[in-house]
């Protein structure tokens, strides 16, 4: 492999990791506040993850699209830095604005009504704008307001986070309070908030899947769970329900388990011995490979229970790849056994 590809498989793995790194910022900025009791809360940790993860997201999203417009990344060193134009990098708003303004140019963003949607919750909602003005004061400024409180004579200016106070309270402004109580209506303006900051996610990350044609649709990782939140599913915080890992939330079937008794019958076999293999990696002399419908889904039967072999089979079957086996020797495994039920 030459420096150049190592290079760019670098810049690929540098992107993934920024975007995970700005989805799990944003879900515990989102998370904390959640957990809050009172919006009157000291509001440091989240509007600093809530910064941060913003902050990140937009900036990838300004990369990507300067290299599907130019094939190339801008510049973020010396005189050139691409970054300078938007306070250092600090200012989130008018990174999103930049977003805003490239989006005018673009048809897939422009011909589609839940594009339109969202373009235009973020270009003119108020609350959204407002929070957008919170995070970006804060980033640029507020990091380190109580150190600075502490070390200066006279007190800081522009308090974010008595602004995003002002901001939660706002929802209830035009609201009957009278037959809530007091926690209810904290609650109230709390989820408002969420579902404000939620929708501005969802309307950020259509650049993504819309926007930035294949180099985008190939980065939008965990965002995905924004992405596709449709409005009902608005405060109900589904994307922090933890994801299922197959090979510890699935259970392996056992061998007379009816769906792979039907299964079986219908598909083609193979046992496979210790006797025709070097280095045998499992414990029982014998197991036998399952190709179900054309290799589309492969399963494995060792001693008494049926693994998949495939991700495919794991997930359609919801049972764990074959490697969670009590059956299969300490960190041995058969890398060929899914060809052989595959070729069978």
């Known amino acids: 492999m030459n420096p150049n590809e190592t290079l760019d ?26 957990n809050q009791n009172s919006a009157v809360s000291n ?3 989240p509007l600093q993850l809530l910064a941060s993860g913003f902050e990140r997201l937009v900036k990838i999203l300004l990369l990507l699209k300067e290299k599907h417009l130019t094939g190339d990344y801008p510049k973020t060193e010396g005189k050139k830095n691409y970054f300078g134009q938007f306070d250092n990098g600090h200012g989130i708003k008018k990174m ?8 005018e140019s673009i048809d897939l963003m422009g011909n589609i009504p839940m594009i339109i949607e969202d373009l235009d919750f973020i270009r003119n909602d108020a609350k959204f704008n407002s929070f957008l003005g919170v995070i970006t004061d804060f980033s640029k400024f507020q990091r380190y307001y109580y150190i600075d409180t502490i070390v200066k004579k006279e007190r800081p200016k522009n308090n974010s986070f008595e602004k995003f106070k002002l901001l939660i309270d706002s929802y209830s402004e035009n609201l009957d309070v009278s037959k809530l109580t007091h926690d209810e209506e904290e609650q109230f303006n709390l989820n408002s ?16 899947t819309h926007g930035l044609g294949d180099e985008g649709r ?17 405060g109900k915080l589904k994307y922090l329900i933890p994801k299922i890992d197959p090979q510890k939330d699935y259970a392996p079937w056992k061998s007379h388990n009816m769906k792979y008794l039907e299964i079986r019958i219908s598909s083609k076999c193979k046992v496979i011995s210790s006797f025709n293999v070097d280095n045998w990696p499992f414990e029982v002399d014998n197991v036998e ?56």
């Open 9 to 34: 498989i670098e810049k690929i793995v540098a992107i993934a990791e920024e975007v995970d790194a700005s989805f799990s910022f944003i879900k515990d900025g989102i998370r904390y506040l959640d």
């Open 43 to 45: 509001n440091h940790v």
């Open 96 to 103: 999103v604005e930049e977003l805003i303004s490239y989006s």
């Open 193 to 208: 908030t969420i579902i404000t900051i939620e929708k501005g996610v969802r309307a950020i990350t259509r650049f993504f």
């Open 218 to 234: 190939k980065h939008y990782g965990d965002f995905g769970s924004f992405i596709l939140l449709k409005d009902e599913d608005l």
């Open 289 to 344: 490979v399952i190709n179900y419908k054309n290799g589309n889904y492969c399963l494995v039967k060792i001693g008494k229970e049926i693994f998949a072999l495939n991700g495919s089979a794991s997930s359609h079957f919801k049972i764990p790849i074959y490697f969670s086996s009590k059956q299969l020797k300490p960190r041995q495994t058969m890398p060929n056994l899914l060809s052989i039920a595959q070729d069978i």
